[in-house]
């Protein structure tokens, strides 16, 4: 008889290489997205390198969305997308990365907001919260104007 519980946990090893090596743990980034037009925002897609809680959608005059990226590790995650009013567009893209540092854990977090479109428009990108630990979750907002 094969013992169940061994095949699962030696599947779990096989599956789960990460930080130390231990079972990968989902990165989870919240984004919000605000149009501070006076038209709505055009949503564009470019990658996401996992899944999303709910599809990012145009945003209304004046309003936000908001979304949560969720990574499936713990070591990696990295999105980009657009928005356009008219002839401004914003790239918008948010990203981290865990490197082992004197037998620890250095992660750092990337975002970025530029500016695509036929006319300039104002994009910012804010990293409002990072967490230092595992999974380094992270809290982003993004905005056009």
């Given at each position: 008889?094969?013992?169940?519980?061994?095949?699962?946990?030696?599947?779990l090893?096989?599956?789960?290489?990460?930080?130390?090596?231990?079972?990968?743990?989902?990165n989870?980034?919240?984004?919000?997205?605000?149009?501070?037009?006076s038209?709505?925002?055009?949503?564009?897609?470019?990658?996401?390198?996992?899944?999303?809680?709910?599809?990012?959608?145009?945003?209304v005059?004046?309003?936000?969305?908001?979304?949560?990226?969720?990574?499936?590790s713990?070591?990696?995650?990295?999105?980009?997308?657009?928005y356009?009013?008219?002839?401004?567009?914003?790239?918008?893209?948010?990203?981290?990365?865990?490197?082992?540092h004197?037998g620890?854990?250095?992660?750092?977090?990337?975002?970025?907001a530029?500016?695509?479109?036929s006319?300039?428009?104002t994009?910012?990108a804010?990293l409002?919260?990072?967490?230092?630990?595992l999974?380094?979750n992270y809290?982003?907002?993004?905005?056009?104007?």
């Amino acid at each position: 008889m094969i013992n169940v519980k061994k095949v699962l946990l030696g599947s779990l090893v096989v599956l789960g290489g990460s930080v130390g090596g231990a079972v990968q743990a989902a990165n989870l980034a919240t984004v919000t997205v605000v149009n501070e037009t006076s038209a709505e925002a055009v949503y564009g897609y470019e990658y996401f390198s996992g899944s999303l809680n709910t599809p990012p959608t145009n945003i209304v005059q004046n309003s936000s969305i908001g979304f949560i990226h969720t990574s499936g590790s713990d070591i990696a995650s990295g999105m980009r997308f657009t928005y356009a009013v008219g002839s401004k567009k914003c790239r918008f893209s948010a990203s981290h990365l865990v490197e082992m540092h004197l037998g620890g854990y250095l992660p750092s977090w990337k975002k970025d907001a530029v500016s695509i479109g036929s006319s300039r428009a104002t994009c910012t990108a804010i990293l409002v919260k990072a967490d230092s630990n595992l999974p380094f979750n992270y809290t982003v907002q993004f905005s056009i104007k």
